[in-house]
């Protein structure tokens, strides 16, 4: 696996852990934790966009946020599933599979021309 998606795994891990933060926060401290998870998960994000497309990043980073944050309410707070959330969040997989498999293409493109010149 190339480090840049390793860094893509860390960035939407620990996005879940501090919203999970947010919900369970209720002292000072507790707070200081969350800014030091935001920071390191916004130094994973910064790597994996030094050398992946920034759209596809933010895309996996949002769609992981988005459907682990669903299923955390779920099965951690209580949260109630229904067929639309199961719906809306398999079109969150498929766009951001979708991203990755046209970015794939373009890049396979710009080698080509550049093989080309």
């Known amino acids: 696996m190339q480090k840049e998606w390793m860094y893509v795994?860390?960035?939407?891990?620990?996005e879940l852990?501090?919203?999970?933060?947010?919900?369970?926060a209720n002292s000072w401290w507790?707070?200081?934790i969350i800014v030091l998870i935001i920071a390191i998960d916004f130094y994973f994000?910064?790597?994996?966009?030094?050398?992946?497309?920034?759209?596809?990043?933010?895309?996996?980073?949002?769609?992981a946020?988005?459907?682990?944050?669903?299923?955390?309410?779920?099965?951690i707070f209580d949260g109630e599933f229904n067929t639309i959330k199961g719906i809306f969040m398999s079109i969150l997989?498929?766009?951001?599979?979708?991203?990755?498999?046209a970015d794939n293409s373009s890049t396979e493109q710009g080698?080509?021309?550049g093989a080309n010149a």
């Open 65 to 75: 946020g988005a459907i682990g944050t669903t299923l955390m309410d779920i099965f």
């Open 9 to 14: 795994g860390l960035t939407s891990l620990f």
């Open 30 to 32: 507790h707070w200081v």
């Open 111 to 113: 080698e080509k021309k």
């Open 17 to 24: 852990f501090w919203i999970f933060g947010f919900n369970v």
């Open 93 to 101: 997989v498929l766009g951001v599979i979708g991203l990755k498999l």
């Open 45 to 63: 994000l910064s790597k994996a966009c030094e050398n992946l497309p920034t759209g596809t990043v933010y895309a996996i980073f949002a769609g």
